[in-house]
């Protein structure tokens, strides 16, 4: 008989490498077959209920690593939800209308006009449609659960209804309105854009100075001066109609040589140096308010710029003149209403200057710039022309610059609901902390919602118009559109007359002959989007309103928080979420935006056949999203390792728990030595951290206690001694069964405490454990059970473990000095005081197997030579004796068993007592 086989060396069907690129979707199959989610729903269904809402990721292409972000943390948070006690269904969506789907059409070759809106947007469907099931593929790689054969989508028909029932809602409040004043315009995307589908970048623009001829001074300004303006919108100027002033700032009429300007006084020093003025006199004062309904000349046409007063000029830059085109402009148009003044937007869709702006119709608005300068320039008005760098608005789809724009547009007003959502956002949660202020400057400070895009794929707004323009949204008519969405979805707008979709029977007094007409713009996206709370979680019996939880990027403070949030608030009175965890941007290892034009793009499909999902999912464990997240291959190697650790330290107690059945072979935790005793509290303590870290959804704690847990509590200490006992002592001995019990209950609690995180790998566990639950997923989070004595427990070996410390530290200097090799060479003698002595006496343990070396003594005098420390002095030398074939500790007491020459005393008495047979055969090395 050979000397291994009279050793306990555990062994386990559970491999090494995880093969996770291969073994992942076989195991996402089998979880499909064993309808895991559904069953997990069928356990909880009586329990307390926490929903998250999922935000609609946009139907357009394979996912990147944002999404993996974001579903991944949504998906730890469900599964921990689940886990904790929660009844936690997780429905997703997607955002499946707008704009980037009719320019993917439009790169595939699809003419929008040579074809019916019907035909064109069936086309649209097919795609939007073809991309869901490409990305809910890549979602459930991940290993995302879900209800992913019930999604919600904004096609859908009786999505599309809810959405048109909000919109009634939101009518019938008084809410809705059309007016014609500048809106964000997007030549790039010949619509509207919403605030939040604008984002600025820096761009070089035109700094323009123009001398407006005065007309009429009214008495106090020479009829021979010029107003001084200041624009870097050059292109704007063909719309002038007035020059604002503040009324409470002093302007000065100066004298340059011949020439005789207003400014703001203020601004003088700085223009003198702007235009190169040596020499100027001051020849009045007066304040911005004596100037309004002076008149000044257009610089290159025959009519008026009347002087109008407005509190948005300020002193920060240009003149304080400041030149106004009422159509172009903002704050342009809201003082150009107390004036009466026309609202003058001459540039078509395309961003083309149309017949209103003579001499310049035909060019697109920024090759009108130079134009505009030379015509200036021609007439002696141009006194200065440079050039800037500055942040501009762009279009946050195609990238573009977009233009303020006057055009007939539908909007939802914002101030009759503005302290009801601001008093909401007051009642929500958020995480970061600092969301709160950012949504509710966005809400405190947002003008009216443009809700109207002149597009085709989307919901049709359900607005007719009778014979004389007057446009029809009643209850009656738009719930009815509601009620034909529902049955047919939105395509019968278009395939339907406006007759045929009203109400049998509907009659107006503004069409007296029957007629009516319909509305071509459709909803804005961010309605569509903004309005899921409606249908998800109204209508879905599984889920239920207000949401627990919405987390999205940061981004989505301008986005879905916003439009969800004002919708909500408008047609229920509340907020649709209770809380808001928003999270950073994905950027490189070095901290640069990921592009593909940059080339440092990272797809998760690429991580995941190279490390597998597992290694995505820990890494998102591990980052805080709180703010911008960098992310390289190198990064998902190192994560890769931290896997391997864990595997192995697991791996290493399975093998080890194999022969081990916890009904018949556990022990009671009172019967337990203390080092047991010590890491059944430190596991205990894990598990409520954990716990308390899924609860306030702080999953770097998660992993940061785990992988510490396993590497120093487990690895580095308890399994590393724990050799001596679950090899070498009898199979079925009390110390090896006290071992097992604490690493069987680690294993099932860390296999239960990583499920939400590393759900694969952690049901690969599972299956050599000895529970009675099929699944880890199908069980609940550890009991976390306080023990009573465990403060005095902790104490007793955190002063041990300091200890510990100091004796590892004389190893090692041993070591480097060639006394010993391994530590098992070793003889550690300690002269203690008499605290650390006290410790060591009350632990009752074998300090020397703690320590793993061969011979262990306290010296009861001080030592002449040794290691000093505060409270020690330990001594290192080579341990007397032979080696022991068994063990592989140096003893004195080797061969003492004539039988056995080759082993210590301990093995010896092990193999008469148990391997009788070894003495009648012989044990051979």
């Known amino acids: 008989m050979r000397i291994k086989d009279t050793l306990n060396v555990g062994k386990t069907a559970f491999p090494m490498r995880g093969n996770l690129p291969k073994k992942e979707p076989e195991w996402q199959q089998e979880w499909d077959d064993q309808q895991i989610y559904q069953r997990r729903q069928a356990l909880n269904k009586d329990l307390p209920t926490f929903i998250l809402h999922d935000g609609p990721p946009y139907a357009n292409g394979n996912i990147h690593m944002g999404h993996a972000l974001n579903k991944v943390t949504k998906d730890i948070i469900i599964r921990s939800k689940s886990m904790l006690g929660y009844r936690a269904p997780y429905v997703p969506g997607w955002d499946t209308h707008g704009l980037p789907i009719e320019q993917e059409l439009t790169k595939q070759g699809i003419k929008r006009k040579e074809m019916s809106t019907v035909d064109y947007r069936k086309l649209c469907y097919d795609y939007a449609m073809n991309e869901v099931e490409k990305q809910k593929k890549d979602f459930k790689r991940l290993g995302v659960s879900g209800d992913w054969e019930h999604p919600y989508l904004t096609l859908l ?281 950012r949504l509710y400057n966005m809400i405190r400070d947002r003008g009216d919602w443009v809700i109207s895009r002149q597009r085709v794929w989307g919901v049709p707004m359900p607005i007719f118009y009778a014979e004389d323009g007057t446009p029809i949204m009643t209850q009656e008519t738009i719930l009815h559109v509601a009620d034909l969405f529902a049955q047919y979805g939105s395509n019968i707008w278009f395939e339907k007359s406006a007759k045929e979709l009203l109400p049998e029977g509907f009659s107006h007094p503004g069409s007296p002959h029957g007629q009516f007409t319909k509305e071509t713009d459709i909803l804005d996206v961010w309605f569509d989007s903004g309005s899921s709370h409606q249908y998800t979680l109204r209508t879905r019996d599984d889920l239920s309103f207000p949401s627990d939880m919405y987390l999205e990027g940061s981004d989505q403070y301008r986005g879905w928080f916003n439009s969800s949030l004002i919708t909500s608030v408008a047609v229920n009175g509340v907020a649709p979420y209770r809380q808001i965890l928003s999270q950073g941007f994905i950027l490189d290892g070095k901290g640069h935006k990921m592009s593909k034009s940059l080339g440092n793009v990272i797809v998760p499909g690429d991580i995941e056949r190279q490390f597998g999902a597992e290694i995505i999912r820990l890494w998102v464990s591990s980052v805080d999203t709180s703010s911008d997240v960098p992310v390289s291959v190198e990064t998902f190697k190192q994560v890769s390792e931290t896997y391997r650790k864990i595997r192995n330290t697991l791996r290493f107690m399975l093998a080890n728990t194999t022969d081990f059945d916890p009904q018949t072979n556990g022990v009671a935790f009172d019967d337990l030595r203390s080092v047991d005793q010590y890491l059944m509290v430190k596991l205990d303590q894990l598990t409520a951290t954990v716990e308390k870290a899924y609860e306030d959804f702080d999953f770097p704690t998660v992993y940061k206690h785990v992988v510490s847990f396993l590497a120093n509590d487990m690895s580095a200490f308890y399994l590393d001694f724990a050799k001596d006992v679950i090899y070498i002592d009898a199979p079925d001995s009390l110390s090896r069964r006290q071992m097992q019990t604490v690493m069987y209950s680690a294993t099932v609690a860390i296999a239960k405490l990583l499920t939400p995180i590393l759900p694969h790998t952690m049901e690969q566990v599972w299956q050599q454990l000895k529970e009675s639950e099929d699944f880890v997923q199908l069980t609940f989070m550890p009991k976390v059970h306080n023990y009573p004595q465990a403060a005095e427990i902790l104490q007793q070996w955190q002063s041990f473990m300091h200890f510990r410390d100091e004796v590892l530290k004389s190893l090692e200097q041993a070591r480097d000095q060639k006394v010993i090799g391994k530590s098992l060479e070793a003889a550690v003698t300690i002269y203690p005081q008499a605290q650390l002595k006290q410790l060591l006496d009350s632990l009752n343990a074998n300090v020397g197997q703690l320590l793993i070396v061969s011979q262990f003594k306290v010296s009861e005098t001080k030592l002449a030579s040794a290691d000093e420390y505060d409270d020690v002095q330990v001594q290192v030398t080579a341990a007397p004796g032979q080696v022991c074939q068994r063990c592989w500790m140096t003893k004195e007491d080797v061969g003492q068993d004539a039988d056995l020459p080759n082993l210590c005393v301990r093995c010896a008495q092990i193999i008469r007592n148990h391997y009788p047979e070894a003495l009648s055969e012989g044990l051979e090395k």
């Not at 059309?178 to 035109?206: C, H, N, Q």
């Not at 090759?367 to 022309?385: E, P």
Request: charged residues 25%.
């Open 157 to 437: 028909p009786k999505y599309e209804a809810e959405e048109i029932k909000v919109f009634a809602k939101m009518v019938d409040r008084g809410l809705i309105y059309r007016g014609k004043k500048p809106v964000y315009w997007s030549p790039s995307s010949e619509s509207t854009l919403a605030e939040a589908e604008v984002e600025y970048k820096d761009i070089k623009s035109p700094s323009l100075y123009v001398a407006f001829p005065v007309r009429d001074g009214k008495g106090l300004i020479d009829n021979d001066a010029y107003f001084v303006i200041w624009t870097t919108t050059p292109w704007t100027l063909p719309a002038n109609e007035a020059i604002c002033v503040n009324p409470n700032f002093d302007y000065s009429l100066l004298q340059v040589n011949d020439k005789k300007y207003v400014v703001a006084s203020e601004r003088i020093d700085y223009l003198a140096q702007v235009f190169g003025w040596e020499n100027w006199q001051v020849l009045k004062t007066f304040k911005g308010r004596e100037m309004e309904y002076m008149v000044a000349k257009h610089p290159f046409y025959d009519r008026d710029s009347l002087l109008i007063l407005g509190n948005h000029v300020t002193l920060d830059d240009g003149t304080g003149l400041v030149h106004t085109a009422p159509g172009l402009g903002n704050d342009d148009f809201n003082v150009g209403q107390k004036y009466g003044l026309e609202v003058l937007s001459p540039v078509d869709d395309h961003g083309y200057l149309t017949k209103e702006a003579p001499g310049f119709d035909g060019l697109f608005y920024e090759d009108a710039n130079k134009k505009v300068t030379a015509t200036l320039t021609d007439k002696g008005l141009m006194m200065k022309l440079d050039f800037f760098v500055h942040s501009y608005p762009h279009d946050w789809r195609t990238k573009k610059p977009v233009i303020f724009r006057s055009t007939p547009q539908w909007f939802a007003s914002i101030d009759p609901i503005r302290e009801d959502i601001l008093e909401q956002i007051n009642e929500v949660k958020f995480k970061p902390a600092w969301g709160k202020t």
